[in-house]
């Protein structure tokens, strides 16, 4: 049977229609039309298909699943309250990657549960994987790439997925999450960028990345996604001597287990928290808030304890990316 | 300096295989890893090794912590929960979350001294007496109390739990908990848990969204369970339950003013009630209204619903309901029945989605989770019964967990191995591809045998030639089968422990490749019954660390066989499995059965012909790489399948009393069936026919 519209840009439509309803009703704005509408919203068969709609969402996801090239996705989430909320995107899953890469979001209900920026818990194919986010890089890319929108999609998607099966991959990995959150809650970035240096000199395959290395890519991490560490080791990666190169995982190891030393001692500095307050250690406010983090920002008070362990924490992270940088730099002028 | 000319070569190698180090190479597999889909199957088992072991030694721990000393066996009354693992949190955190839960089931389990219901029974029937002052209705007031005391109750046996050693994790899984939370407190059973689990966790407020009914019920809630709670911290057992008791009495008199009125009381005593008036003027809303009455929730009545998990998606068009015409109710239930659907999960083939998981776990805190033991997997396997015919059918599959009784190991142990004595001197044979030389014979005048004398390439005078030849040592896969619905009795299950034991204990430290499993139906998850292969040992999913130590697994077989077996479809999967395992090598296939076969799929075919129609479309695949011997355990007639095993073995009821003696029977066919196979080959290749 041929498909008169693309089914995607249909089903796109149909849940932004059914988003903004949503918010008329959390707003206790809805009327009888809306009522109506939200009806026919449900109804409407998708996919030239009578029996698909919203109303048979394991039906759908298959065929949203199944449309075009494969690798679009969709993930409907039941809500505390009113419709479900949705993901509609784009995938792609490299071999030989642990994560599925999010290339493009579509369409994302304002009340979708998101607890990362980086990963995303996604169903998929019968059970629940973690996908790596770059849908929020696809703009910076585009600039980066000055393509102009509506062109070029193409080009963004190989660049994302070179980006995210190379240096992004090996950078960042679902168990950062607490650790991402913390530095939210707290302010450091430092911490995450040293973080993700480290364990991109742990994870990836130097060698490949050095012989493959793009100046595009070396000045996305100076101009479209700033990360000085990333970007000052990916400078220098492809000057470094195979040994050197074959170096750099065992100083990471080493810097590595120094900085969740310094993590594990800020998780366990006490602050006054709770009902009535009493020092609570930050890891039980942490951890307990891991989806509300937004929420307790601004509450949470910095006490000595915690000052002193974010000042050491700050240190170990500008340390471990110094001597990362630092002995690759030793390593070039002994070259 | 940057290599310039890439982005050709890069753009080429985009779909290539990314060389990556996954993190447990270089951080070690933790018990997070145990159930992520990404590592290495290695690192998995290595990782669920862990994982069980650190839910082993917790629950042992809260057994002990229950008991005041050491756990008289090492049975649980629980099994590891594992739900949180699935939902939506990060790995790691889920993981230790499951193993807190573990030993907060095993703890509540096995402790009737702190049971706060049977001190507080009378109370609890009818608080209302011992609140004179309270006008509320009295089933509703009882079941606050019955919600509050179940509270309270949980939080002492994780005051006691805490104070103990090695259950750490139990703390873990209230953070869990806390964080899995609804970001609006909508009922009482909130508001309770807000004010006894979380109280030193949620930031309080900001969770009650604009509601100043429910702001204020917390304020009143807070105070009050606080001081109960902090008396707990080290307390003795008596103590504890003394400030429970009074904790449960004094929180649900607190609360009761938010309740339902009883019929004859004054419907305006919630406002009037000096507590609430006070906490609701001193919030800001309530002032900037001039210290009004609270805002309603919900209703229009101030009272806090009980349980209501949720709303409704129908309680919530509020703005819709107002300007509904007269026949919005059936427009509303229709929405409301359309929206149910659209966020529901029908398959039960897949995991539970994570949503939905946390929101269970969340209401059942506390309670049994719904993922239990092992990690169970969804197959959808297609059979093929005839030249154009081929049906699917969904079965699961999860591994036996090992179960730690020393006794039954020593007791299993010398019967496998005098049976793995005997097994182990026999030869496995397989086929092997072993390079020979061949002499160079030349066409000319040159004398070949000088040739290589000159010094010349040894690649030019020497040419080889791949020689299939039986293998001694052999890396055929052994593939035991067995069907262990209702009918497998004691008797046979023990003879199957001593056969499956003996197996293991006989390839120990050779190359063979053994795969053993039960195949039935049970359990999968809540109000999921299904068909079930469970591996007794499988070498990428079993977490063992050697074959003696697998046998252990073992030792979780039930006594009796359970449920109803699906024969086609498990019988095909287990020969998929071990066609993917054996990568090419032979197949020794043993199904162990009382042939009494059982429809796996719709249509008008008879078990016997669906398990026909399987072996005969594997037979036809394999070839000769496959050996199937039958064991029909009690049949004294045919079997149904006759001519489609090469070799039959039907031990009688009676010989069949004596598990040693038929466990050894069943393995001398299966030797003599691999000698014989030995022989065969050796035949062939001797005879140029396999070449």
Redesign the interface.
Known sequence: MRMNKNPIAELQSILEGVDKITL?????????K???K??NL??KPLFDNPALS?????DLCAAVRDAENGDHLLQ?????????SYFLGRVYS??????PLILEGIHRSPHF?T?DDSFE?L?DR?????FMRLDDLRRPTRNFLQIIDGAGSHDVD?FL??LG??IL??AR???Q??AKKAAALLGLPEFTQAMELL?FC????LA?IR??????T?DFFENALPHAPLHGLL?RL??MSGKAVDAL?HQA?AQ?HRLAAAFRDLLDAHTE????P?P?PVY??L??????ID??KK?IKESDEIARAREKLITSSNTAVDEILKSVLRKLNTI | MLNRKAKKSSLEKLRHPVLYRPKTAWADAGPGDAFKSHPPWSDIIRAQRKFYQATHEAMSAAARASRDSAPDSLDFFTKPQIAPAFALAPSSFAAWACVGLSAYREFALSNDDLSLRQYIHKYLLNPVEYDRDSNADASAYSELAGMVADCVQKRAYLKVMTQSPGLESVETYRLFLASAQDRVIRNMRQIVEAAVFFADLLPGEELTGENTVIKSCLRIAHPISTPYLKRMHGATRQEIVNEAIACVKALAKALSPFLPKAAHADLNAVKQSPKLRAAAGSSPQAKASGGASAEPCGTNTGIIPLKSDVKTPMETFEGYKDSASADSPSLLHEITAMLERASEQKSIIDDPRGDILQRQLVDKAFMESPIQGAQVTGHSVRIRLGANRAERGDLFSRTLRPREAPEDLAELLPQAQSLADKLRKVLYPSIEMVPQALRFRGAGQIDPQRLPLASFSEAVFKRYEIAPMPDLRGRPTLLIACDASGSFDEKRMTMLKILAGAWLLSTTRTDIRLLAAIYHSGPIRRRVNAPLVQWLYHPQKTPAVTKVDAMKNLLSLPKKGVGKQSDALSIAFLLEEAKNFSKGENIYFTLISDCKWNKAVDGDHTGADEVAAVLKDLRKKEKDKMRATLVGLGVSGKTGLEGLFDDEFLPSEQELENPLEVSEKIAGRLAMQLRRRYRDLWREVESGQRR
């Open positions: 008329k009703i959390r707003e206790k704005s809805a009327g009888a809306d009522m109506d939200l009806r449900f109804t919203l109303q048979t969402p394991e409907v989430r039941k809500a505390a309250e009113g419709p479900p490299p071999i030989g990657l642990p994560y549960p607890l818990k169903f019968g059970r629940e994987k973690w190989d997925i070179r099966s190379s991959g090996a990995h679902e168990d999450i607490p364990y742990l994870s990836a395959d490949a012989n493959n290395l793009e100046t595009k070396v400078a492809p000057s995982p190891l590595y928290w709770g009902r009535p009493s609570t039980k406010i951890y307990a808030n891991l989806w509300r929420l307790i509450q």
